[in-house]
């Protein structure tokens, strides 16, 4: 995710991210984290140009 075990474990604590706790172990879902980074997007506020939209098209292998 590119974040800290730190950041990870303040949004753990904070109930923004939901957790499954077996003993001692912190798990977090796939699924779980998906929404939790959906939640957290910040939508675009410009169109992209052509070039822009090639570039993104490249890096994602095609679906933009």
């Given at each position: 995710m590119?974040?800290?075990?730190?950041?990870?474990?303040?949004y753990?604590?904070?109930?923004?991210?939901?957790?499954?706790?077996?003993?001692n172990?912190?798990?977090f879902?796939?699924?779980?984290?998906?929404?939790?980074?959906?939640?957290c997007a910040?939508?675009?506020?410009a169109?992209?140009?052509?070039?822009?939209?090639?570039?993104m098209?490249?890096?994602?292998?095609?679906?933009?």
């Amino acid at each position: 995710m590119g974040i800290s075990i730190e950041t990870l474990d303040r949004y753990r604590k904070k109930g923004m991210l939901p957790y499954r706790k077996i003993g001692n172990r912190i798990l977090f879902t796939e699924s779980d984290l998906m929404v939790f980074l959906d939640a957290c997007a910040v939508p675009a506020t410009a169109t992209p140009s052509d070039r822009e939209k090639k570039a993104m098209s490249k890096a994602t292998g095609g679906e933009v």
